[in-house]
């Protein structure tokens, strides 16, 4: 029903903060793109677009948008449609990303983002779709400001297979370089030299979508004060950081220490990654 349209490129993850260089270039720095003269009735438009949850026409409180808004929307649909998103992701995409298919961003705007998750990241026309899929925001990062530099640091210290389309790497590439820093400074003030710092990293590259406050201080503090243990046995241990504090490490440490076991002689690793079944049958008399 539609024709095809001109190709374009790329525009948030772990990182929530807008910062005004890690926003795509302004439209306005582009050449104007050329709408395409869509055979179709806007009602029969409108009627597609809303079958694709792009546009909600039940909605009353909101006027329908002009035929011209509607071409535009049009074009980068087809334009998403040619790199390979069919018309069942175009829901999740309006939803959690809804100025991509705003008047104001011309999907050649989109094309470096593309372009990025090809040539610099590697990833295969499926595996960029799936990223960003699983991260819409991606769309909305900005290349030279945001995109590349997080690639760039993850590499350094160690982060492989970020192409593969996984929640976790859609997340990190779309997380801004100054909250991965953050996370390497908060493990350098409790007592990691900065080569054993980014090795943690490396090894556990989740901890970078943890708060600090909310989440590894208040681990590491009930790590040192309450159980005990060193920042030796948590540097062998990075997953430590990845168990909820309130579900899994206290319960335990404190079955542990009911039952009168030295705690500090059972491995954090038996203590937390066995299952609910192994580690209760063994400390359960």
């Not at 910062?19 to 709408?35: A, G, I, L, Y």
């Not at 900005?142 to 859609?170: M, W």
């Not at 400074?185 to 990293?201: H, N, R, W």
Request: aromatic fraction near 10%; proline fraction near 7%.
């Amino acid at each position: 029903m539609l024709q095809s349209a001109p190709l374009a490129q790329p525009i948030r993850s772990f990182s929530s903060e807008k910062s005004p260089n890690c926003r795509s270039q302004s439209p306005s720095s582009k050449p104007p793109f050329h709408f395409l003269r869509f055979r179709t009735s806007y009602r029969d438009n409108l009627r597609y677009l809303n079958s694709i949850g792009i546009i909600n026409s039940d909605k009353k409180i909101h006027r329908n948008p002009s035929p011209e808004t509607l071409l535009h929307i049009l074009s980068t649909v087809n334009f998403l449609k040619s790199k390979g998103f069919s018309e069942s992701h175009f829901a999740r995409l309006a939803y959690l990303t809804p100025q991509v298919f705003s008047p104001q961003v011309n999907p050649a705007d989109l094309q470096p983002v593309f372009d990025f998750l090809t040539t610099e990241l590697a990833a295969s026309e499926e595996e960029s779709r799936d990223l960003i899929l699983l991260c819409p925001h991606i769309l909305q990062s900005n290349v030279q400001f945001c995109l590349r530099p997080t690639l760039l640091y993850l590499r350094d210290i160690g982060v492989e297979s970020l192409n593969k389309p996984t929640n976790l790497n859609a997340h990190l590439l779309n997380t801004r370089v100054k909250r991965l820093e953050d996370t390497a400074k908060f493990l350098l003030d409790i007592g990691f030299s900065q080569e054993e710092a980014t090795k943690f990293c490396g090894r556990l590259p989740a901890i970078f979508g943890y708060s600090i406050d909310n989440n590894l201080l208040p681990k590491f503090e009930y790590l040192v004060g309450e159980m005990e243990r060193s920042l030796d046995e948590l540097k062998g241990f990075p997953q430590y950081f990845a168990f909820s504090l309130e579900k899994r490490i206290k319960p335990r440490h404190l079955h542990l220490k009911r039952r009168n076991v030295v705690v500090k002689e059972v491995p954090l690793k038996k203590m937390l990654m066995w299952n609910d079944k192994k580690f209760y049958a063994k400390w359960n008399w």
